[in-house]
Structures are given as structure tokens and as C-alpha cells.
């Protein structure tokens, strides 16, 4: 096999030998245990009271399974406490700021528009390009770590203390792992992803990224996922208070739950982007590969191709199912090959789609935007389906009443 994860630059492998060889002695070891966690989130965030404690269940079989299954290093235990804490921390807002300002439940979200498509489709590009018009709100990723506002709203330089939190992320993604950072670069202040949101749920594929967790990926796939979604809601009410706007959301996670996502959201337009199937999980699996090695020090590709192969044509099967059943002009169909062919153009389709004119303006600060974000400014990112085990002639019989039905021609 060609596919390679680079490890950590030098002085980080260093510091890891060494914390991996005290953490077997007991030295230093960073616990995930759940009342630690609570009681971390309830010091920071100086509140006590949860309210809504629908949490607990889906914490605990998530900490079970990563300290089972997960075989987690140092570094990695580190990063998802501080994680974990920080959704904690988040929940504990949220519920004291509602209580106080009661205006925060009453927020419309009207007309949310959602960025959908299987994983590296081209969501992230026509999200961002999207994020050039006024009118829509989406989420940057300093809100994404920290959708309830700190209590002290501005800091030394007038800015949200919740972005110099996020810039230092980005640095030390950008470090710790480049590569990853040219497969998807998570940036303090462009847009993110909803599954941000659905992470203070504790119901979130986002642990598909860390490490391996089969005991909690197989109750996640059988767990009912309107809760999260409603809470989710709960999240983005927060959000338009602290920043008015028509919501632009984005997560391919979507794909696969429709129909909870009109369930919250029943007056959602919905764009979904489309690419060959065997590009779009060889590079996901390239993403997933590259990105739990910075948290586990097992990281088998070949069951990571298993694993986003399955989850795919699960996400493919179950968005053309409830597509059947929801209103056809919900949806919006784009192809990746158009969007880099003519983005401009398929951004005019998706105006006239929402209702919105795309003005003069707006559209230079597009053509700005692709001029400062070309698809290689961190690198090219190389990636093969043998790496992980795929067939390509498998996938193609997988996917063939998928690429009929929307037209998605094959790449080779």
C-alpha cells in the first residue's frame, strides 16, 4: 500500500514516547472518567445546574467504548477531555442563558438552508461561498467550539474571547498535523459544520474521527436521532440571537437524516451536492485515516475503509428513501464537476432555489474569496481506494441506482 499518515513532527513523537511510557506507570494519566468531566465543565462554567440531563446515557456509552476500544494516546486522551468538558461547559450556558433571557426559545429559525452531500462533495466550498451573501447566517468555527457566549463579552483587543481560543486550535492543527490540515483546514473564522453542534448532544458521528468506537457507532446508528436534532435547534436559536440572519447550516451528516432535519426544520431548503461515490470515500477514509491518528495510536485503514464504505451507501440508501417521502422542492441538486467548472453559476441556481438576489457586490466578494482559497494553497492531498481496501467495481454496483437517478458521472 501507498497510503501513509505522517506522524507528528519530531518533538511531539519525543514528548509522546515519554508521556505514553509514564501514563503505564500511572504517571500523568488523563482521566475521561464521567464525574470528573461534570464536575471540570461545573468549575469552569461557575454553574451547577444541567436542567435537561439527556446527556448522561450517550456520554457514558461514548466514554465506555473510547476506553475500551479507542487505545487512545496521551495527547489524544487530552484533546477530547478538553472537548468533552467544553460541551459540558456549553450545555451549562445555554440553560442559564435561556433562563434568563426566555426570548432565546422564541427565536425563529425561518427558511434554514442546509449545505448537504456525501463527504467531499464540495459542501465546504459552497458553504463558504455562500457565506459571502448578507443575508445568510452560518456558523464560524470560533461559534462552532463555543456556541454560548463567554460572560465576558469582549476581550482586551474588543474582540469575542471565543476567537483567540479557536485561532489557537487552528495553530496547533496546522503543526501537529499539515496534512490533515490540507484535507479539510478547520480555519477560527470561516464557516463550520452543524456536527459542531450535535457534538454537546454526545449523539454525533464526530467520534468516527478520533478513533475506533464500534460498541458506541452501533448504538449510535440505532439510537433515535430526533433528540439531537432538537436540541441542535436549541443551539442555532442561540446562535441568531447573538447574530440575527437566515441560517446557513452545512454537515454531510445530514444526508443520512433527513427526515429528522425536516422534522425541526419543515420550511428547510436543502442543497445537496453530488460526485462519484468511489472518490468521495476514498478521500473521506484518507480524512478519517489522517485524522484519528491524532488521537489513537491504532489506526487501521483497512477497517477504516470498511467502516465509511458501509456509511456511505447507508447515507446514499437512506437520503433517496426519504426523499420519497418529502416535498420535491425542498431540494436543490448540484454536481461537484459544475461547482468547480463554473461556481458563480451554480451559485445563481442556488439563489434562485432560497429566494435570494445575488447582487454585484456579493459576487465579487465570491470571486475574492476563490481567488484567496484555492483548492491546493495547503497542499494536495493524495489518496487511493486500494490504500483502503475498496473495490472499485464493488462500489460502482453500490452506487449505480444513486448515479442514475442524479445524473453523477463517473470520475477515474
Request: glycine residues 4%.
Amino acid at each position: 500500500m501507498s497510503f501513509e499518515i505522517k506522524p507528528f513532527p519530531l518533538p511531539v513523537r519525543a514528548a509522546l514516547a515519554l508521556w505514553r511510557a509514564a501514563s503505564k506507570l500511572g504517571i500523568g494519566r488523563v482521566s475521561l472518567d464521567e464525574a470528573s468531566l461534570v464536575r471540570a465543565a461545573q468549575r469552569s462554567a461557575g454553574l451547577d445546574d444541567f436542567i435537561d440531563e439527556s446527556f448522561r446515557d450517550p456520554m457514558g456509552i461514548m466514554l465506555e467504548s473510547l476506553e475500551r476500544e479507542g487505545d487512545l494516546h496521551p495527547l489524544g486522551r487530552v484533546t477530547i477531555r478538553e472537548s468533552l468538558v467544553r460541551a459540558l461547559v456549553n450545555r451549562l450556558r445555554l440553560e442559564d442563558l435561556s433562563l434568563r433571557h426566555p426570548e432565546i426559545e422564541e427565536t425563529p429559525v425561518s427558511n434554514p438552508v442546509f449545505v448537504v452531500g456525501l463527504q467531499r462533495t464540495g459542501t465546504t466550498m459552497l458553504q463558504r461561498l455562500l457565506t459571502c451573501e448578507p443575508a445568510l447566517r452560518s456558523m464560524p468555527a470560533w461559534e462552532g467550539l463555543n456556541p454560548a457566549p463567554f460572560p465576558e463579552r469582549f476581550d482586551k483587543r474588543g474582540r469575542d474571547p471565543r476567537i483567540r481560543l479557536a485561532e489557537t486550535a487552528e495553530k496547533a492543527l496546522r503543526y501537529l498535523s499539515p496534512d490533515l490540515f490540507a484535507i479539510h483546514p478547520v480555519e477560527a473564522e470561516e464557516p463550520e459544520e452543524d456536527i459542531h453542534l450535535l457534538d454537546i448532544t454526545f449523539v454525533s458521528p464526530a467520534i468516527d474521527a478520533i478513533a475506533r468506537a464500534p460498541s458506541y457507532q452501533q448504538w449510535f446508528c440505532e439510537v433515535d436521532q430526533l433528540p439531537a436534532y432538537q436540541y441542535m435547534k436549541r443551539l442555532i436559536q442561540l446562535l441568531l440571537w447573538q447574530r440575527p440572519g437566515r441560517w446557513l447550516g452545512k454537515t454531510p451528516h445530514h444526508l443520512e437524516y433527513l427526515d429528522e432535519l425536516f422534522a425541526v426544520f419543515p420550511d428547510a431548503k436543502v442543497v445537496i451536492t453530488h460526485r462519484d461515490p468511489a472518490r468521495t470515500v476514498a478521500s473521506f477514509c484518507s480524512m478519517m485515516a489522517h485524522s484519528r491518528a491524532m488521537f489513537s495510536d491504532r489506526v487501521d485503514v483497512l477497517e477504516v475503509g470498511q467502516q465509511f464504505r458501509a456509511k456511505a451507501i447507508r447515507a446514499v440508501e437512506r437520503s433517496m428513501a426519504a426523499r420519497e417521502r418529502l416535498p420535491r422542492d425542498a431540494f436543490l441538486d448540484v454536481l461537484y464537476q459544475d461547482v468547480v467548472a463554473d461556481p458563480i453559476k451554480q451559485v445563481r441556481r442556488v439563489y434562485d432555489f432560497i429566494g435570494l438576489e445575488l447582487t454585484p457586490q456579493t459576487e465579487a466578494s465570491m470571486q475574492q474569496w476563490r481567488e484567496n482559497n484555492r483548492q491546493t494553497r495547503h497542499g494536495v492531498h493524495e489518496y487511493h481506494l486500494e490504500d483502503f481496501g475498496l473495490d472499485r467495481a464493488e462500489l460502482d454496483q453500490h452506487f449505480h441506482t444513486y448515479r442514475e437517478r442524479y445524473g453523477v458521472p463517473v470520475e477515474p
